[in-house]
C-alpha cells in the first residue's frame, strides 16, 4: 500500500501513514463475509466489540482501530499518576502479607494525619489517590456490618477509609479504593487448623515454607478473625444485597427504595464480598478506581473461592456507571510488573479469549507477556473480544508495600525515570507511598516525592517551544500523543528535526498512545520538528506535541 505524506504545519506535526495491508489465513479468508451479512455492516466506535466468527482479517483490524476509551477510562488516563497507600494491619506486625488471625488491637496507630498524606501525594503530582480498604489479611479499614475484624475493634476506632476519602476530596483529588477478594480472616476454622498442623509437619521435615505458611505458623493456634466464609463450599443461593442486619441504618432508606438493592445468586463468601462493596460505593462514593488484586496467598494449599464476579461487575456499574475497575471489563489492566515500568510496544486495545465481563483479567494469554496487542495477537484465533483495556503500571516508592522502618525510598531521579517508563509508554503510574505507624508519610519519602513532582514540572511543565520563542529550539524529550478518543491506531512513527537547514532523524518508537515520552540521546537544537507516523491501522489521529529539556540535558 502506497504511503500518503501529510506537512500539516511548519514546526511540530507531519503524518506519514502507512496502513498496513492484513495478510490473512487461509481458514480466515475462507470464512470472509459476503456483502450483505451482519459481518459486512459498518464497524462503529465502541469499548468492546465481539470477533465474529465471519469476521476478515482486515475487519478485525479495523474492529481494533475503532475501539474507544468509555468516559471514565478516558478520564483515569488524563490523571496519569495515581498515589497508592498500603495502610493496615501489616503497618503494625511488619509483614507483607497478613494471616487473618491478628488481634484488632495491634492496629493502633498514635494519630491518622491523612492531610499530611494528600500534601504529600499532591507534591509528587498525583491527581488521584487509592486506599487499601481491606488487604489479603482481611482486616478492614471502616467500621463494617458484616465483620468484627475490622478498625471497629482497634484503639479509638478510625474509621480510615472516611478520613482517607474526606480528605483527598478536600486535596482536589481523586479516590481509588483497593478491596482484596482473598481474605485470611475468612478462611473455615477447621480447614485453618488442619493446615497449621501440616505446616507444622513440614517444618518438622526441614521444607521450606512459603510467606502465607510462615505467617499462619508464627501465629500459632490462634483462628481466623472472621466467621470462615472463604471458600467453605456453602450453597449458591438468591441473596439480597445489601443483606441487612439487625438494627441496620439502612432499613427506611431501602423500605423507601432510596437504596437499591440487588438480587444475586450467591455463596457465602460472594454474598459477604458484594456486600462490602455495596458499603463503600453508597457509603464513600463516587469511586473512580476500584482495584480487584488477582493475589490469593492461599491459592495452592487446598481451598478455593469460586467468585462471580460478573455479579461484581454489575453492581459496580449500576452504583457508580465511570468507575474503572483494575482487572475488571472496560478498565484498566496489569501492566505485567510491580517495576512501574510498561513495554515499549504498549496497547490499549488487547484481545480476549472469553467476555471480560466473566473473570479478572481475563487476556488470553500471561500478563506479563512481551507482546499483549499485536495484530498476531489480534488474528490469533482464540481471539473473541476486543476491549479498551489500558495499563497500570504499580510500584513502591520503598522495597515493600507497606511501611518498614528499615527500608529506604527511591530517589527523584529513580522515580523520574520511572515517570518516564509508565506515563511516557502509554502506562499510568500507580505510586505506592505507605504510612508509617505514627499515621504519618516518612520525611525521608515527601522529600523524594517532592523533588520528583518538582523534577516532573521543571521538565513537562512547559514546552521548551514557549520559553526559548521564537527559537531555535534546544530539547531531549520529545513527547507526542494521540487523541485516543478516537483509539489507539499508530503502530510505528519517527520523530525528525530540522537542524542546519536539512531534516534529520532523531527518534522512533511503535505506539504512541495516551503519551509517549521519547527520551534524547543528548540535547538537539533545531528551528522546527515533525512527526511521521511510518505505520498504522487507520487514519491516525495525533493529539499534541511538545518539546521538553530535562534539568539534567
Known amino acids: ?44 466506535p465502541a469499548s468492546q466489540m465481539a470477533v ?84 489479603h489479611d482481611g482486616f478492614v479499614l471502616y467500621p463494617s456490618r458484616y465483620t468484627d475484624h475490622s478498625v471497629e475493634l482497634s484503639p479509638g476506632s478510625p474509621d480510615v477509609v472516611g478520613a482517607y476519602v474526606k480528605a483527598a476530596r478536600k486535596a482536589g483529588l481523586k479516590v481509588g479504593l483497593y478491596l482484596s477478594p482473598s481474605d485470611g480472616a475468612e478462611l473455615p476454622h477447621a480447614w485453618h487448623a488442619q493446615w497449621v498442623e501440616s505446616i507444622r509437619k513440614k517444618q518438622a521435615e526441614g521444607k521450606p515454607l512459603s510467606l502465607p505458611e510462615q505467617m499462619a505458623l ?80 492461599w491459592s495452592g494449599s487446598g481451598i478455593t473461592q469460586k467468585y462471580n464476579v460478573k455479579q461484581w461487575f454489575d453492581m459496580v456499574k449500576a452504583l457508580s456507571p465511570n468507575t474503572v475497575v483494575f482487572q475488571g471489563p472496560q478498565g484498566v489492566r496489569w501492566v505485567g510488573n510491580e517495576g512501574g515500568t510498561a513495554r515499549e510496544t504498549e496497547w490499549s486495545v488487547t484481545p480476549h479469549a472469553t467476555d471480560p465481563w466473566t473473570g479478572l483479567g481475563s487476556l488470553p494469554n500471561d500478563s506479563t507477556d512481551a ?48 515517570y518516564e517508563k509508565s506515563v511516557g509508554r502509554n502506562a499510568a503510574l500507580l505510586l505506592n507511598v505507605p504510612p508509617n505507624r505514627d499515621g504519618r508519610i516518612a520525611d525521608a519519602d515527601v522529600a523524594s516525592l517532592t523533588a520528583f513532582g518538582k523534577a516532573v514540572r521543571n521538565t513537562y511543565g512547559t514546552d521548551v517551544r514557549r520559553t526559548q520563542a521564537p ?21 510505528k512513527f519517527a520523530v525528525e528535526a530540522r537542524i542546519d537547514g536539512s531534516w534529520q532523524r532523531i527518534a522512533e518508537g511503535t505506539t504512541i498512545g495516551n503519551r509517549r515520552i521519547l527520551p534524547l540521546a543528548s540535547p538537539v537544537t533545531a528551528t522546527a520538528v515533525r512527526v511521521k507516523v511510518l505505520e498504522s491501522r487507520a487514519t491516525p489521529h495525533l493529539g499534541a506535541t511538545t518539546l521538553h529539556l530535562s534539568s539534567t540535558g
Open 471 to 491: 527559537g531555535p529550539y534546544t530539547f531531549d524529550r520529545v513527547a507526542v500523543r494521540e487523541d485516543i478518543r478516537h483509539g489507539q491506531r499508530v503502530e
Open 52 to 135: 465474529e466468527s465471519c469476521d476478515s482479517p482486515e475487519r478485525i483490524i479495523e474492529k481494533a482501530a475503532n475501539i474507544v476509551p468509555t468516559p471514565g477510562q478516558l478520564a483515569w488516563q488524563q490523571r496519569e499518576v495515581t498515589a497508592f497507600t498500603h495502610f493496615g494491619m501489616n503497618t503494625f506486625t511488619g509483614r507483607e502479607w497478613g494471616s487473618g488471625t491478628e488481634d484488632e488491637k495491634l492496629f493502633a496507630p498514635k494519630s491518622i494525619d491523612v492531610d499530611q498524606w494528600m500534601r504529600a501525594y499532591k507534591a509528587a503530582g498525583a491527581e488521584q489517590v487509592m486506599l487499601t480498604a481491606k488487604h
Open 218 to 297: 508464627e501465629d500459632g493456634d490462634r483462628a481466623p478473625a472472621g466467621e470462615g466464609r472463604f471458600g467453605n463450599g456453602s450453597a449458591v443461593t438468591e441473596r439480597t444485597i445489601p443483606t441487612l442486619v439487625p438494627g441496620d441504618d439502612r432499613a427506611a432508606a431501602v423500605k423507601r427504595h432510596k437504596l437499591p438493592t440487588f438480587t444475586v445468586m450467591a455463596d457465602d463468601y460472594d454474598a459477604y464480598y458484594l456486600n462490602q462493596l455495596y458499603e463503600i460505593f453508597t457509603q464513600y462514593g463516587p469511586i473512580e478506581e476500584l482495584w480487584l488484586d488477582g493475589a490469593n496467598p
Open 1 to 44: 500500500m502506497a504511503r500518503r505524506t501529510r506537512v500539516l504545519s511548519a514546526f511540530a506535526l507531519a503524518a506519514a501513514a502507512a496502513l498496513v495491508p492484513v495478510q490473512a489465513t487461509a481458514q480466515q479468508a475462507a470464512s470472509a463475509a459476503p456483502p450483505g451479512t451482519p459481518c459486512a455492516a459498518p464497524v462503529k
Open 371 to 418: 507482546d499483549i496487542g499485536s495484530r498476531a495477537r489480534l488474528l490469533d484465533p482464540t481471539t473473541k473480544y476486543l476491549q479498551w483495556y489500558p495499563a497500570e503500571a504499580d510500584v513502591s516508592i520503598r522495597p515493600g508495600w507497606f511501611y518498614h522502618p528499615e527500608q529506604q525510598p527511591k530517589t527523584a531521579p529513580q522515580l523520574m525515570n520511572l
